[in-house]
């Protein structure tokens, strides 16, 4: 790739970022903010992960919320419970999502395809029964309500603007961290393990570990989110990681499509968006969702980037270059261009 | 404590003991040693605690029996649909209770739990059609399929909420079947219904093994199994025999609704409930099998209820750590075959 492509490829995303996180709170209504904008910040980042794990490494897993869960009850249980400074518990929570990560990968690192698909769902559930019912720590079914996120400095991370800069700051960072592995050698071995197990394992690589490093990698991402989410709700319960959400998930990855990560927040916003204005005109928004999730997984393969991909290779001269490139690719793999 | 502690290590020793008996090669197996004394501590640990609470141990059992009944009529279906079309049916917590809850409707209408149960596996049944309709597009294409499914899930579920609302509710079991058996040998009762439910996996475990193993449908049934193309080949209609066993997998989990619905409650979640744990059988029994879809419903059946009786707080984790034991000696679960990574 010549330099120039890859200052294009690098640089733009991120000056789009940049403007974005400078425009979008002037520009947005409170309301807007608060209840479309920073929650599918915080839901992407939750499906970036998983993201990652069906796009790059080809695992559909449907424990990302048990990682989820355990970094956002870590921050819960160490400032709540036990009074612990709230940065220290930050920080416990956020090394605590690639450690739930390469367990939830230590578990289902011998399986692959649907086996792993329903072994992570038992992983998730569980977490969701374990949250419940392990009273003594997770405070049951309520769970941990008021949670106050930090002041520093005079700014309090519980007002809508630095919540969304932080929020925004960690999404970008995540973005990069992501792309920065799937670049890395590291990030060749997971795409190896999504086309062609048995040749990565003729190669001279484990499967199993492999599976378990994409597991610990998707789970900054996961615990991330899981922190965030904390901040954002003020709380955290068995219903914030039930099968609901582990569903929601998906929904967001699919959506928004895998094929690259940042489909997630395409789709955490898409649902969002459904969510807030469809219970306005219906009671049975998860009805609409699920419909809209079928209807999605049914006509397309990658979601709403999938189609805008599609169209762009269809349009005509303009993005001549850009449609070569990305037939041959969609060619090469069952999946997208990887970068 | 003492004692427990020393019969414990005398357990140890013995199952070190017999598992350093000769084997064929005459070499000494610590992995089998270890999971022998493993599994002695387990036998013994599980008789202390059952002598200590006496009587209620049999409780214990027949509660364990009674849940492994509902798991095995969920697991079966699930499996066969596994087996045949390739289908993971996450959308069968749905059937189970949607079931149950149109058959609590017929029920309020006519009073009659036997029509009840009746329409209510033909409702399912057509659930189950429903179903194969809107999969037909993805033929061949498991993971796309299952989230398809997993969509179909979250639509019943809210289809459910707004229909029945979020109150628990139940069936009457019917008149026969109200009150409830001493047990033989104790001065304990246990309800004739749960009894019934136990008769009731049996007969279709009887039913689905002569269906499967003793008529042409099963023949063709296990065929494809093992080779569609081989057997649409062969000049039948494959397509029809996967809507039937689609018709078939949501008619028992809508009986397991029904039943389930009777002596447990129909409630928004239990779908997510009785899914869970259909999963872990249907996974510890290795996919696509019947015999170890019945053979691990009563393992988690049992564990299920002793762990909620001895540690009622760890439950969920013990019957969960029984699942990974199981997965860690036999990968693809008890009685099952590799699956395609592929698929």
Known sequence: ?339 | MAPDRRNAAVATRVGVLLAHLPGRTGTPRPRLAAQVALGGLLVYYVTAKSIEIGDRSLLVLLNGLTAAALYFLMASGFTLLFGLVRVTNLAHGGVYLLGGYAALSVQQATGNWLVAIGLGFLFSGGIGIALYLLLRRLRGEGLRETMVTLGAAIVMADQALARWGGVPSDLDPPALLQGSLPLPASPLLYPKFRIAVIGLAVLAGLVLWLLLYRTRLGMIIRAGVDDQDMVSMAGIRVELVFCAVFVLAGGLAGTAGVAGGTYLSLAQGEDNRILLASLIVVIAGGLGSLRGAGAAAILVGLVEAFAQTHHAILSVLITFGTLIAVLALRPHGLFGQPVDARL
């Open chain 1, 1 to 339: 790739m010549r330099a120039s492509d890859r200052r294009r490829q690098v640089a733009l995303p991120l000056v789009a970022a940049c403007v974005g996180i400078i425009v979008i709170p002037i520009v947005a209504s409170d309301f807007v903010l608060l209840q479309i904008v920073i929650k599918s910040l915080w839901l992407g980042i939750a499906g970036a992960s998983l993201a990652f794990l069906i796009g790059q490494a080809g695992l559909i897993s449907l424990g990302q919320t048990a990682i989820f869960g355990t970094a956002g009850y870590v921050m819960a249980i160490l400032t709540l419970s036990h009074g612990i400074n709230i940065w220290l518990a930050v920080a416990c929570a956020v090394a605590g999502g690639p450690v739930a990560g390469l367990l939830v990968g230590l578990v289902s690192s011998r399986s692959s395809g649907l086996y792993l698909m329903m072994l992570t769902l038992a992983v998730g559930v569980f977490a969701f029964f374990f949250g419940q019912q392990y009273q003594p720590i997770t405070r049951g079914h309520t769970g941990f309500n008021g949670f106050e996120s930090p002041i520093v400095g005079g700014v309090d991370f519980n007002e809508r603007r630095p919540l969304f800069y932080v929020t925004a700051v960690s999404a970008v960072l995540i973005v990069v961290f992501l792309r920065y592995v799937m670049g890395s050698p590291a990030g060749l071995a997971f795409r190896g393990l999504r086309d062609n197990r048995r040749r990565l394992a003729a190669l001279g690589y484990s499967p199993a570990t492999v599976t378990i490093a994409a597991f610990g990698v998707s789970g900054v991402a996961a615990g991330i989110g899981g922190v965030l989410s904390v901040w954002y709700n003020g709380a955290i319960s068995p219903g914030s990681i039930d099968i609901t959400r582990i569903i929601e998930l998906l929904v967001v990855v699919t959506i928004g499509g895998a094929i690259r990560i940042e489909g997630a927040f395409l789709g955490a916003l898409a649902v969002t968006l459904l969510r807030n204005f469809a219970s306005d005109f219906t009671n049975r928004v998860e009805t609409l969702v699920g419909a809209a999730f079928i209807i999605v997984v049914l006509f397309s393969r990658h979601g709403i980037l999938g189609l805008w991909l599609e169209a762009r290779s269809r349009t005509p001269q303009v993005f001549g270059a850009l449609r070569s490139q990305w037939r041959l690719r969609s060619k090469a793999v069952a999946g997208p261009p990887a970068r």
